[in-house]
Nanobody, 123 residues
């Protein structure tokens, strides 16, 4: 029922920055808990960041804390992931996900997923 479309991925050198966007369909976005996850080649999908519907509460993986910032613009039905001081180990496909009400760090708690956007960080 909910469609999510990520954009903003690309190639960047270590130490650089990218901003990912996730556009969501439908009314009710302001109540959706939203998360960002990533999956590197040959590895498990891992939690990156999450944000409450209002944007007041956030959660980050230890590996990105202090470098990445999740935010949302409910008027635009969009969630963002600002990624700074990128490292080669950040290379992965990044996915956004939505829960109808709450946000979580666990992937299996999310109901809807985008198609992913590739982020590649060169050394």
């Amino acid at each position: 029922q909910v469609q999510l479309v990520e954009s903003g991925g690309g190639l960047v050198q270590a130490g650089g920055s990218l901003r990912l966007s996730c556009a969501a369909s439908g009314r009710g976005f302001s109540s959706y808990g939203m998360g960002w996850f990533r999956q590197a080649a040959g590895k498990e999908r891992e939690f990156v960041a999450a944000i409450s519907g209002s944007g007041v509460s956030t959660s980050y993986a230890d590996s990105v804390k202090g470098r990445f910032t999740i935010s949302r613009d409910n008027a635009k039905n969009t969630v963002y992931l600002q990624m700074n001081i990128l490292k080669p180990e950040d290379t992965a496909v990044y996915y956004c996900a939505a829960n109808r009400l709450l946000y979580y760090t666990e992937a299996d708690k999310y109901d809807y997923w985008g198609q992913g956007t590739q982020v590649t960080v060169s050394s």
